[in-house]
């Protein structure tokens, strides 16, 4: 019904993918696991935590969510049972969510039948039981995991910092070989920045991203550049008191884009973000 691509990317990391739109993956400490967002549907995410008990044989304890929005949060019920963890402003962003949800479930079900029966499955009832507002520590043993809250992407945005392995899950903060989406009302780009510029910081081999391949640190300085390039573009287009479509866009990729409204989304963000900087 839906596949699954499954990556044994280093001895205790498993990452998994989909043409429908998600990335989730799973580190092994000593004695357990923890799962790094729960996928788009509880049956997707099921699917992951039964191949991590397969692959990994360490069963999964705690799931860390990299932020709220539905292909990394909407699986979560599969992972009900066990600890969940994510930022100071996960909760709230979840919940301020679900308002909005019935409809978008129902057009949802409208435009995609086969997949009504996954979206009924949906269940956003479930709030993190820990949340950390800087950084938290996962230690056993030899492993350790730090997960770290940003901001950026989106308020509760977070990511998750392998050092045994030197891995980074780095959630929606890069979208490999394509274009960062700030169209999330909590969006903010000076902290998507500072993400970027921190993460550079740590040792880091390889980078799974919240969208596209599995990539390295030189993603992360070609996201820093492309974000500071935008904010500084951003900045001038203000203090000439000119509109939003006068903003030269940094090349970025030669251009290949998911999608206009997605460059549309990111250029507002940054306008409206300076406007009441730059006014202040
Ligand atoms: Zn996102």
């Not at 391949?213 to 001038?236: A, R, Y």
Request: glycine residues 6%; contains cysteine; aromatic residues 12%.
């Amino acid at each position: 019904m839906v596949e699954i691509e499954y990556l044994r990317l280093t001895e205790n990391i498993l990452v998994a993918t989909s043409e429908i739109g998600f990335t989730a993956g799973v580190i092994a400490l000593e004695n357990f696991a923890v799962g790094i967002d729960s996928t788009l549907f509880p049956y997707t995410g099921g699917l992951l935590r039964k191949r991590s008990n397969l692959i990994l044989k360490k069963p999964m304890r705690m799931i860390f969510l990299t932020h709220y929005h539905g292909d990394h949060f909407w699986g979560i019920a599969a992972f009900n049972d066990i600890i969940i963890l994510g930022s100071e402003p996960l909760p709230r962003n979840i919940i301020d969510e679900r308002e909005i949800q019935p409809t978008r479930f129902e057009e949802w079900k409208k435009e995609d039948p086969e997949k009504a029966q996954l979206i009924e499955e949906i269940d956003t009832s479930f709030l993190p039981h820990i949340t950390f507002k800087n950084e938290i520590k996962i230690q056993e043993g030899e492993f350790i995991i730090d997960l770290y809250h940003s901001g950026g992407h989106t308020s509760c945005s977070s990511y998750a910092y392998f050092p045994n392995e030197k891995i980074l899950f780095a959630g929606d903060l890069i979208f490999a070989k394509e274009w960062p989406w700030a169209g999330d009302p909590t969006s903010n780009p000076n902290k998507w920045i500072n993400a970027l510029s921190n993460m550079l910081k740590l040792n880091i081999d390889k980078v799974i991203p919240g969208h596209g391949p599995i990539t390295n640190k030189e993603e992360i300085n070609i996201h820093l550049n492309f974000l500071q390039e935008l904010k500084e573009e951003t900045i001038s287009t203000l203090n000439k008191e000119k509109g939003v479509e006068c903003i030269k866009i940094p090349s970025f990729y030669n251009d290949q884009t998911p999608g206009e409204w997605v460059k549309k989304a990111t250029i507002n963000c940054f306008y409206n973000f300076y406007k009441t900087e730059v006014t202040d």
